[in-house]
């Protein structure tokens, strides 16, 4: 049940902008040397946040060398101070999520109060770790253009992702990282998950299959920036066999910063179709406006920040619906109940066509977006403990017409994600990150009066049909637990940690039987190929996932670093659900808290790195990487399987106009024939 991905990059010549390091922020390494170029020891070096003014000091080892291995992003100067030593400056930089830069620092001769700015600045070449990844930063989030303003869209900006809508199964959305499956992805906000829970596709484009959301879980204004990674990362991140994608929100600092925006687009600056105008329908209307405001700043001035954010979406845009439809001189041959179904679902207007039973229907419909998207974040500096929360809320409403005019289809969307987390420099050269989460999306896709329709009609060959998908209610909750901690020693950087994360899914799904027909005589006949019963009702599965890791980051020479570590994973089967209890499809199943699957415990996930600077200066870089990772098991599947309903073993296409009942029970009938 649990896929994975082995994945390498042989011999690269590094020219990638960002290295990878912490989920929720990034890091900072390097050397402090003498005006000799020897290593300096018991230096103390400080990394200022330029936006909130927080200070984070460390001190030299007896190489030199110093590290921040948590700083949360944003602009940043580097200090190194000791006595008989002018005090060293580095220009201001930009740290994002996911950066690991690597800042040497060189002192001079003189007195402490005096200083010299160092004209160093964080590097564009990776010199620390093996990872290939892009970081997409703020500046770029809020100018590039985006049609309807869903972040997802600029992933694709990394050389081998594509990000589509339709991608993953059930298209409910998905990014592709070099090939990979779209369901081999850990989407994180702020460091916990954002997935639509079922299946790994981002909660807010994962609309079963409706594709129709404007915003995508967060507003773009809301987002610092975000990182996608595709291969060779560190022991750190599992629960993928294909990349990474971690969203880092907005923060408060400590100037009062507020922003009003509105985007909008009109049918008053269109052109019509070449389509519409061959019809002669007229142009149809559009109205597209997306609206918010972000404000953000300090509570307490150096120690407590706040900023919110929210965003609307109104939208009402044409959609043009065509199919066939049944004429008057069809419906006249028609069994009343036939004709009674076919007349109430499907449209009755039609221009003629070649078959004097079957005519052309084409309309300009409307589809519909109201969203509201709400952001809140608090950031709190205690001394050694920094300190965060948020919470993210996103209420979809939209609707996509279908070709059954007085059935469309509604997709009302809610979403919920939160997280606190807690930074903890315990001392100069041991630290910890702590975060709890939790990623709640509800859905339900139906058309509000399909429970008064008896049935649905099929008929092959002429393109005539009355029926719907299934309606489907999602619910599912994910809860995180995730702890790193991390132990600068000499010529070693060592990290280790778990998450723990409990998954909590529900799904309601039903519909109607399926008349299936093989041609129009069939249909006048009423003389059914065959009837598709769905089995649905509710099913909950759930199953809490564990991984732990150890990663070092072996510094060898100042001219190269070795890279490894192992992760190892533990997906539990899903209980909840029904299976068979033998290899015989009729015998008995399990009871619904046993485990539906057998469990799999030897996921163990190697990581192994070489970074190799020729020159020592970070003007060209050799990287290479390879590791395992692993897919936990969807839970998709396993709703798309009638096997776990004990009434049925396997869906049921009956082949004559009465339909067979594979396994008789007093819960299950099966359905009346027209």
Known sequence: MHGFSRWLLPGLLGTCLIAQAQIGGGSLVGNVADPSGSP???????????????????????SGYYEFPLLPAGRYRVEAEMNGFQRAASEEFTLNS???????????IGQLSESVEVTAQAPLVNATTTDMGVVIERGKVEALPLNGRNFQQLVSLQAGVVSSPSSAAGGRGGIEFHGSSALANNLLLDGVDMSFGEVNGTASDSSAGGGGALVNTVSVEAIEEFKATGSAFSAEYGRSAGGVLNVTTKSGTNNLHGTLFEFFRNDKLDANSFFDNRS????????????????????????????????????????????????????????????????????????????????????????????????????????????STRYSHNNQDYLIPNFQPALPRIFPNRFHNAVIQDNWSIAPNR????????????????????????????????????????????????????????????????????????????????????????????L????????????GGGKGLRNRNYGFYVQDDWRISARLQLNYGVRYEYYPPFRGGFNINSSDPFGSFISVQQPMFRADRNNWGPRLGLVFDPTGKQKWVFRAGAGIGYLPPQAIYLYDMAFIDPRLPFVAMPTSRQPMCLRSSARFRCPKVL
Not at 442 to 451: A, I, K, S, V
């Open 40 to 62: 300096v020891a018991n230096v103390r070096v400080t990394a200022r946040n330029l936006g909130t003014n927080a200070a984070e000091t460390t001190a030299t080892n007896t």
């Open 431 to 522: 630290f910890n990150e702590l975060r709890l989460g939790v990623n709640r999306v509800d859905l339900f896709r139906n058309e509000p009066g399909r429970e008064k329709i008896p049935a649905w009609i099929s008929v092959a060959g002429v393109g005539l049909s009355s029926s719907l998908a299934s309606y489907i209610h999602f619910i599912t909750t994910t809860y995180t637990l995730v702890d790193n901690f991390t132990w600068i020693r000499g010529k070693h950087s060592i990290k280790t940690g778990f998450e723990i994360r409990e998954v909590r899914s529900v799904r309601d799904q039903n519909g109607q039987p399926t008349h299936n027909y093989n041609s129009l005589d069939d």
């Open 280 to 387: 002669g329908l007229v142009r149809p209307d559009l109205r597209w406006n997306q609206f918010g405001g972000n404000l953000g700043g300090p509570v307490r001035r150096n120690r407590a920040f706040f900023f919110v954010n929210y965003e609307g979406g109104q939208v009402k845009r044409a959609a043009q619906i065509t199919g066939n439809v049944p004429t008057p001189a069809l419906l006249a041959r028609l069994k009343p109940e036939i004709r009674n179904l076919l007349e109430s679902t499907l449209p009755n207007t039609f221009e003629p066509t070649t078959n004097p039973l079957i005519g052309f229907h084409r309309r300009n419909d409307r589809r519909s977006n109201d969203e509201h998207t709400l952001l809140g974040r608090g950031d709190v500096e205690l001394g050694k403990h920094q300190l």
């Open 98 to 108: 996911g950066m690991r830069p690597k800042l040497d620092l060189a002192l001079k």
């Open 524 to 535: 006048i006949a009423d003389n059914s190929v065959r009837i598709g019963l769905l089995f």
